[in-house]
């Protein structure tokens, strides 16, 4: 069985997050939401939609490095108009999310995860790393200022959105020299509104989210602008979601636009595809595998050509297929189609037992012999 690098270096032990807490300054927002505003929030969560009242906030200047690391009133930013970000898309994301546990305790997990990812995209985009110490404390430091806005209901977490962007002033094709990074915190709903509702995808027989040798494995903005159209294809073909083919062959499963795949055959064994270099590893997708390998599963990372997936749900011997990323965990995927063929897969019980042990570990209603879960607060 092989481990990635980004898993090897997520294994790595993190100080606590009272070791980071006093890492990052302090500005507290003097017009903070009034707890009506808050409850009214909380009482109409969605996803992405409201904001906290402070957000991360540090910036790198080529000779200083990263200074002025400060959790300040969450607004909006001055850029100058010829900010690089703004022309040539030099810019890398994160998302993880914060849970309340039922003592009113503040988890999250695989932060380490998220912070080598988080470098791994900057190496790429050419951004500079942002030590991972760094990423930890803008976490526990905007987590803690915010605490009051990590909901509790069942299903609701804080969604935290940290993303690098190139600032400097320049119009000339090369790495800025100047980056903002931030974390800001988004209080969000259960995903599954309606239960554990299967979704369908659409294929997308002409576009790609990415190439051989291009940014496929990187979390950058680039990759879902150019993922829109064919997006917007699948919704106007009546389908919840797009999924990618590889682009050499335009014949092998890579991903949907921001979940990873899974497979699940009748003889019990499971199939993910491998990390080409162009689908995006996601943490999720790597806790899975862990998971389905201690359950004693055969798992298979590998190419899944759409021919074979197409004949083997038609023949039965594909049970379940499922999708998984930080803000649905897993979701099941009901229908396949593309020009041509439209497929059904009904099975739901491993997705469904995936997604109770991956919640109950990060609710800390199971034990978690993985020190994925990490406590931001008391
Ligand atoms: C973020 C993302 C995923 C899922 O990654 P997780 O770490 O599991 O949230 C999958 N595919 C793409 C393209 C992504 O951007």
Redesign the pocket.
Known sequence: MQVSALEQAAALPLPTADEVANRWDIHPNPNPASPEHREDVFNRLSFGVDFTDHMAHAVYETGKGWHSKTIEPYGPLTLDPASAVLHYGQEIF???KAYRHDDGSIWTFRPS??AH?LNASAHRLAIPELPVEDFLASIVGLVRTDAEWVPSAPGSSLYLRPFTIATEPFLGVRSARRFDYLCIASPSGPYFVNGFQPISIWVSPDYH?AGPGGT?AA?CGG??ASSLVPKLEAHDEGFDEVCFLDAVNNENID??????VFVVYEDGSVSTPALTGN?????????ILRLLRDRAVTVREETIRLEDLISDIESGRVAEVFA????AVVTPIGRIAGPGFDVRVDGTTVTKSIYDQVTAIQLGHEPDPYHWTYKLSA
């Open positions: 994160e998302g993880l995860y998220n990812r989210r496929g979390k990759n879902y991903e949907l636009g921001g979940m990873n689908i995006l590893e996601g943490g999720t997708r790597g806790a998984c990323g930080t803000a």
